[in-house]
């Protein structure tokens, strides 16, 4: 394979003429390509390939040309370590991308580069692109030029796009060819209009949906089913954790406990340190967020919970996060599974459209109970997770300060005090009466994944339990610990916790009855009076009476037991 230059005998408009690229491989393989480059024959010396010093600007142009002969050994090189195919050569020589089009190059290197995340984002854009403009083929890397952003911007005003639309189907085009450029797999790209990156155009400021108190009782109250209870729960949820979106509620887990230890439990001081997955590659610092037991918590504990009820038997039962976990809801990594992460969501985005709820609006209805509660605009930031100003907050500010820890702590107390959220949680509660929910949602008896021959010591190691030989897989229930009154309880929490533990050392499992294991799991009958007075305490006993007049346990007061829930449900 040979390549070589010459200059194309027409001469052009302005004088000059065309610098053209020759390729031969073998016999019948012979190509003339021309290249970006023109110059002046009569002030070019042919055979050293060089400008005289009498063309305009020679010095800028032998150094084009010097870029030219580089590609020509590159080109060379890689055609021989084949590396190329002839069609890749032919459009390397000519400065274009070694790549046809931007979609094989995006579905290829830019893919392997990314996180899913970002190459699910910046696939969607380039989609919108070609259908704003009508593009059914794939999209080629010299079709971008200033007249295509130029007609682009056109069309997304045309169809009345809003300005960060705007802004944001630009940026990844040119993203996307500066990645490509820095890989040398273009030479070249245009630059982008300064108006139209910047959506150049005057817009009403759009309406800030939010929702209220007294519309976020009414939808509660209109609830008809399980799953509708599970989507307004989490958008609650979404607002207690001051405004998290649905990546940082699967991201969430024990992991992010903030130094935490029983006392602190009791106390009703626990936190976790959480970094926005919005902004997980940025330097803004981690949220610190108490997750209040008698809200929060609480909220949180029924969503699982439900989870566990709504998922199980569906494709999503595999995500279903172990209840050992206490915050953590589904177990799956979000940057991974995109497009599955948005699948999943869209449930609950469906869901709440007929209740004029939005999984994104939670954060803007946070916000604007700050502001209702005249709470100033830096304490708001870092209840966002938010940055202020940018060179202060990186270099000087201490949001860990006693004294803003605890405004920014009061402050989001305050906001959910004003959201009436301790009332909305007690009518979502409710809410699951009304619609006969098992009463194991409501957290009247704990719920564990596999059955394990031993458990570890909460008192002594801190940690979950979630070791041991496994003696059966699946979810089941456990019953005869009372784990409200024992938190609730005035005696002294650490003769509390030890009770708990050895309790919870070892575990037997014992096979209950089908019709026992349907007799739990199913609904309270609405038309039935006599069941409907039968409180948690009272069904918790039953079942326990039940399994304890069959178990050889010496110590039958506080022996723990567990019956089979999901996997036979009747």
């Known amino acids: ?13 302005n004088g000059k003429n065309n610098v053209m690229c020759r390729i031969i491989d ?11 480059y023109k110059v002046f024959k009569e002030h070019f010396d042919v055979k050293e390939f060089r400008c005289k010093e009498t063309h305009p600007e020679y010095l800028q142009m032998n150094k084009e040309l010097d870029n030219l002969l580089a590609l020509k050994r590159d080109a060379t090189d890689k055609y021989d370590a084949k590396k190329l195919t002839l069609q890749q050569l032919k459009r390397h020589m000519q400065g274009k991308s070694d790549y046809e089009s931007i979609d094989g190059y995006l579905h290829s290197v830019f893919k392997e580069a990314k996180t899913d995340t970002t190459f699910t984002d910046y696939r969607n854009k380039i989609s919108a692109v070609k259908s704003i403009m009508g593009i059914k ?3 080629m890397f010299d079709e971008i030029t200033v007249d295509f952003y130029d007609r682009l911007y056109r069309e997304m005003l045309n169809k009345n796009l809003a300005k960060k639309t705007i802004v944001g189907y630009v940026k990844a085009i040119d993203s996307l060819l500066n990645f490509a450029k820095e890989r040398g797999v273009i030479r070249y790209k245009a630059k982008v209009p300064k108006d139209i990156k910047k959506g150049a155009r005057a817009t009403r400021k759009r309406e800030i949906k939010t929702s209220t108190t007294e519309e976020v009782e009414k939808y509660i109250e209109s609830i008809e089913s399980i799953k509708q209870w599970q989507s307004i729960a989490i958008w609650l949820l979404q607002f207690c954790l001051r405004g998290f979106y649905p990546a940082d509620l699967v991201k969430m887990g024990e992991i992010e406990y903030y130094e935490p230890n029983h006392l602190k439990q009791l106390k009703n001081q626990l936190y976790i340190k959480h970094l926005r997955s919005k902004t997980r590659h940025t330097e803004r610092k981690e949220m610190f967020i108490h997750i209040d037991q008698n809200t929060t918590a609480k909220l949180l504990q029924m969503v699982k919970r439900s989870v566990v009820y ?4 569906s494709k999503y039962e595999k995500d279903i996060a172990s209840i050992h976990d206490a915050l953590k809801i589904y177990d799956y990594e979000v940057n991974k599974n995109s497009d599955y992460h948005k699948q999943k969501w869209s449930i609950h985005r469906k869901r709440l459209t007929r209740f004029n709820l939005n999984l994104m609006t939670a954060r803007k209805t946070f916000n604007t109970y700050g502001k209702r509660l005249k709470i100033d605009v830096e304490t708001r930031k870092i209840l966002l997770g938010q940055r202020n100003d940018p060179l202060l907050d990186a270099s000087y500010d201490n949001n860990d300060d006693e004294v803003i820890h605890n405004e920014v702590q009061e402050a989001h107390k305050s906001i959910l005090e004003g959201f009436k959220v301790p009332q909305l949680i007690n009518q979502l509660t409710k809410k699951l009466d009304a619609l006969s929910a098992p009463k194991w949602i409501q957290g009247n008896v704990g719920i564990i ?14 940690k979950n339990m979630d070791r041991g030989k496994i003696v059966q897989k699946g979810w089941f229930i456990l019953t005869g610990v009372d784990f409200q009154n024992l938190f609730n309880d005035d005696k002294n929490s650490n003769e509390h916790f030890l009770t708990l533990a050895n309790q919870s050392v070892y575990w037997k499992y014992e096979e209950i009855t ?6 739990f799991n199913e609904p309270i009958p609405k038309s039935k009076s006599e069941k409907n007075k039968r409180d948690s305490e009272k069904y918790r006993k039953k079942i326990v009476s039940h399994l304890l007049e069959k178990s050889n346990l010496k110590n039958k007061d506080k022996g723990a037991k567990v019956i089979e829930l999901i996997a036979k449900r009747a």
């Open 449 to 462: 994944k596999d059955i394990r021959e031993k458990i570890n010591d909460w008192s002594k190691t801190g």
């Open 310 to 313: 709504t998922d199980t038997g």
């Open 1 to 13: 394979m040979k390549i070589s230059f010459y200059l194309k005998s027409r001469i052009l408009k």
């Open 137 to 139: 083929k794939e999209l």
């Open 26 to 36: 073998g016999r019948n393989q012979d190509f003339h390509l021309t290249t970006n």
């Open 514 to 519: 089908n019709e026992i294991a349907k007799w």
